[in-house]
């Protein structure tokens, strides 16, 4: 099994940058393809960006208008969710997920394991 922590969310202006991190312990980081998600209050969880286990293959979902980027690093066990040009809209609890199945998903049932999230607000 394979835990996760976010962290690096919080308030920023309209057009600001963040950088969430989620770091893992457990089983080997290596072998989990990663993903983030968020989910707005009223609102259904939505897919965020996922990167293959080799860090060779990422996924957007179709708002990110590549404003936000992510990344792995395997010394460090950790993904990482560039996020810049941020708008209100982009206010969520941000959560990233680990999928063991080798699957690069953009749905949430292809990850197996789950962080708690972090809050992103986005207002000026």
């Known amino acids: 099994q394979i835990q996760l922590v976010e962290s690096g969310g919080g308030l920023v202006q309209p057009g600001g940058s963040l950088r969430l991190s989620c770091a893992t312990s457990g089983r080997a980081f290596t072998n989990y393809a990663m993903g983030w998600f968020r989910q707005a209050p009223g609102k259904e969880r939505e897919f965020v960006a996922s990167?293959?286990?080799?860090?060779?293959?990422?996924s957007y979902g179709g708002f990110v208008k590549a404003r936000f980027t992510i990344s792995r690093d395997d010394a460090k066990n950790t993904v990482y969710l560039q996020m810049n040009n941020l708008k209100p809209e982009d206010t969520a609890v941000y959560s990233c997920?680990?999928?063991?199945?080798?699957?690069?998903?953009?749905?949430?049932?292809?990850?197996?394991?789950w962080g708690q999230g972090t809050q992103v607000t986005v207002s000026s």
């Open positions: 997920a680990a999928s063991g199945r080798g699957v690069v998903g953009v749905e949430d049932v292809d990850y197996e394991y």
């Open positions: 990167i293959s286990a080799t860090g060779l293959s990422t």
